[in-house]
């Protein structure tokens, strides 16, 4: 059983920097693809990044590119999101996920398992 555990959310002025982490405990980490998810205040989940299994390949949803980067260490299990430049839309709880395949995901349905989720706040 794979467990997923984010941290580092918190309140951030407008424009400011936070980054947000992901530990995985469990199962083969390595071989997995991560991703990043969120979901706004009385919005649905969205997409916002993925890394492969070697991080190799990253994507980014249009709204946060040149702002977010996604990285990842597979020796310590943890997928990162650095999160620059931030706008009061970029409020939201931030889900990591892990697919088994490995290959960069863009839909929450390609992936196996999902932490609990960090809320991040931004003040405008």
């Known amino acids: 059983q794979v467990q997923l555990v984010e941290s580092g959310g918190g309140l951030v002025q407008a424009g400011g920097s936070l980054s947000v982490s992901c530990v995985a405990s469990?199962?083969?980490?390595?071989?997995?693809?991560m991703g990043w998810f969120r979901q706004g205040p009385g919005k649905e989940r969205e997409f916002v990044a993925t890394i492969s299994w070697n991080g190799g390949t990253t994507y980014y949803t249009d709204s946060v590119k040149g702002r977010f980067t996604i990285s990842r260490d597979n020796a310590k299990k943890t997928v990162y999101l650095q999160m620059n430049s931030l706008k009061a839309e970029d409020t939201a709880v931030y889900y990591c996920?892990?697919?088994?395949?490995?290959?960069?995901?863009?839909?929450?349905?390609?992936?196996?398992?999902w932490g609990q989720g960090t809320q991040v706040t931004v003040s405008s």
């Open positions: 469990g199962g083969t980490f390595s071989t997995y693809a």
């Open positions: 996920a892990a697919g088994r395949t490995g290959r960069a995901r863009l839909n929450a349905y390609e992936y196996d398992y």
